[in-house]
């Protein structure tokens, strides 16, 4: 660190910006400070989407220093620099925090770019047809450049090329995205060091040969890079990559030696003094991350396993970029792409390929669109090669692994780990001659394995970073908006989703439960319970269905159902999903068991030949018996049903008590009758709702008869998601981000 003092600073700023609370960092709104929205907004556009419908303000009246970012139902015709009043049918919210475990923080990614609010309205004014240049002349060029792509090649490569070569992924479908994420190559569509370098360093070897000087060779290619950089949004990856190609021009054009990793300090630095928050963001650590494991970490395996081609050498590469972004993948993303590091050893040498037909194609329009054809015949053939690869290798077995969230401190430990791994290496004052040694012992019989066991530090500390922490009796109320969705872990480590949908949260599957069950590490459900077929608490279940057969999905073993439920038309269709994923389904009815060593599920309702007037009255109800911890679940259970149901145990000689319930009805006034609760008599008692609801649940009445129980109530629409721990004896229960018993 004493011959690299950049690189022992970006350390530091980096460690000091970790230490400190992100919100000294955000930018306030008159939301967050209390005042309220405005009668109207103006501000200037600083940034367009090409839809015309997206739009960024700044200067604005709702605040001093933050972005509000605008989505029109219509497109608009604004330039950047105009100035917009919007004075009617509009709407200001604050970007949404999470309140369940492995949800998107979208404030925090907001934040990063400074975006402090987000604005729903008709249409505006342009009260100042001003525009801003260059940034209106970079917009427009790049929309011209992207309808010239549309001209040649077919949608979705054009799409895929956009993304590519012009950072524009607004137009990628769901199902690109898919393969390229779960199969490890996201990354190719992200302007990064591969594009810039193969762009800055060609033209620069360019002009080089054709006679240029270091001075008139350099300063054109930076100046190109730092335009094509601009040009394509400077992503936190491509501004990293345009940094480090400029310190390496101007180390050649002063006769400097170029350093890499002084090079990616002064990167980092660079972006953390613009925006401090980005110390936390996935994109900057797994950028920044990625160059690291091919400074650091590449050069330690390369001493101890010397690469005898080009191919090993390219895996040893990406050994060291998996061992710094491993963590990080699995700490943002919770699933990792078991086989992407070896399918780019075959698609990232095709990359040079594929960006050289493009941009080809896209020169040639400006002479011929039928010349233009014929490089972009090539281009397209290569993309569709990504994609055929891309999705063979999701078909191979245990292509994506559920790995889970590791918790900080397993990520502290790992990476602590790593450091003193890599120090031991690099302090070693012979270690030149070492390394000379290491090399000649590789030749000799039984040197590999020696070499071998250099590693198992490495391996030790990946298997701290995956080892699961989440064991014992676990159960989570999420918060799913209007709606239910509830998940239970049994001291045997058996999953269960009970119910999971939601009236007001668009795709609760695919956004709160399914990155909760990911986050925990749940690759496969062993039971999907479906109380009744409401939309409130199936929504989400059909999504988590309809991607169990998928790579990523996942998997569920058995739906259980009730007789009333695989009558109804919902019922069915949950039924042919299950079947369509390979899910066995069982019908459950009063007096189904699930029953363990230490766990006991009673199915107490409803009755086998049961006749309800609605869906709510069919209900099913368990009883969670984990040795003397009692839980009750009662779906959209009425006080009808409840009457019944107090009858039946107590002709039976059963007990209803328990510790904690959750109440019926999202806290309806009509379920948790007196007389209920006077048998139930729960200590805690859980109310899943969305936040001003219409409903307008829970209603004051049922909070009135649970607080003369003595019952202590946690509701989702102010707590959040609710996790229940427990013993057997004791429990605790946790609202998200706070211990609340």
Known sequence: MKKRPLCLAALLTAFLLLCLPAELFWKSSCLSEGRGAPDFIS????GLDPDGRTVRL??????DTGILLVYFKAEQEISIGNLLRIEENFTLKEPEAPTNPGQFDGRAYNQTQDIVLICYADRAVVTDAKERYPAQWLYLAGQKLQRRLEQVFPEQDAEVLKAMLLGERSGLSAEVKSVYQRSGMSHLLAISGLHVSFLGMGLYRLLRRLGGSWVSAGFPAGAAILFYGLLTGMST???????????????????????LLTALAMGALLLLADQPLLVRAPSFLLSFGAVLGIGLVFPVLRDYFPPAGKRLQALGAGVAIQLVTLPLVAYFYYE???YGMFLNLLVVPLMSLVMVSGLSALGLTFLSVKLAGIP???CSLLLRSFSLLGSLSLKLPGAVWVCGKPKKWQMALYYGGLVLWLWKHYQNPEKEKERAQEKERTQKKGSKLRQCRKLLPILMLMLLLFWRTDRGFSFTMLDVGQGDGLFLRTGQGTTLLIDGGSTDVKQVGTYRILPFLKAKGVGTLDYMLVTHTDEDHISGLREILEEAGKPGGVRVRQLLLTGQARKREQGRKLEE????????VREVQEGSLIRERDTLLSCLHPEKKGEYEDVNGESEVWLVEYKEFR???????????EQEIREREKKRGESLSCQVLKAGHHGSRYSSSEEWLQQVKPELTLISCGADNHYGHPHGETLERLAAVGSEILVTAKNGAVTIRSDGRRFTAEAFGCISR
């Not at 839980?631 to 049903?641: V, Y």
């Open 43 to 46: 501000g200037e556009v600083c």
């Open 58 to 63: 700044e200067h604005t009246n709702v605040s």
């Open 237 to 259: 990856s491509t501004a990293r990559a345009v940094i480090m190609l400029l310190v390496a021009l101007g180390a050649d054009i002063l006769g400097r030696s170029y350093d």
């Open 336 to 338: 990792v792409p078991v």
């Open 376 to 378: 972009a015949w090539l």
């Open 577 to 584: 999903l299950a079947e369509k994923a390979g899910t066995a």
């Open 631 to 641: 839980l009750l679940l009662t779906g959209d259970l009425g006080e009808q049903q």
